[in-house]
């Protein structure tokens, strides 16, 4: 059974950067998409950045675009999400998922074969 763990939140003050890791085991990550996904308190869910099983395509929300750098190694079984100029309302618990399809009616929107446990990212100074 896949599982995945995330590392790498943390405290960051706004206009800081942080790299989030996705670390799968019980599985193989290629088969999957992988998507990074957010939850700030008192909110819904939302998409943050998607990656084909290949990482030959990615997407990204449009408040994250340029900003943040989704990317992965098979080999590895690992995904990462680089985040720079980071701001106070992107605190959220960061979750990675696999995704069975890259786009499905949206990018990384069909069936999750698993979630990660979370990790916190808190931009404050």
């Known amino acids: 059974q896949l599982q995945l763990v995330e590392s790498g939140g943390g405290l960051v003050q706004p206009g800081g950067s942080l790299r989030l890791s996705c670390a799968a085991s019980g599985g193989t990550l290629a088969s999957y998409a992988i998507g990074w996904f957010r939850q700030a308190p008192g909110k819904e869910r939302e998409r943050v950045s998607c990656?084909?099983?290949?990482?030959?395509?990615?997407n990204y929300a449009d408040p994250v675009k340029g900003r943040f750098t989704i990317s992965r190694d098979n080999a590895k079984n690992t995904a990462w999400l680089q985040m720079h100029n980071l701001k106070p309302e992107e605190t959220a618990v960061y979750y990675c998922?696999?995704?069975?399809?890259?786009?499905?009616?949206?990018?990384?929107?069909?069936?999750?074969?698993?979630w990660g446990q979370g990790t916190t990212v808190t931009v404050s100074s």
């Open positions: 998922t696999a995704v069975v399809a890259y786009y499905s009616g949206g990018y990384c929107s069909g069936h999750k074969e698993a």
């Open positions: 990656i084909s099983n290949s990482g030959g395509s990615t």
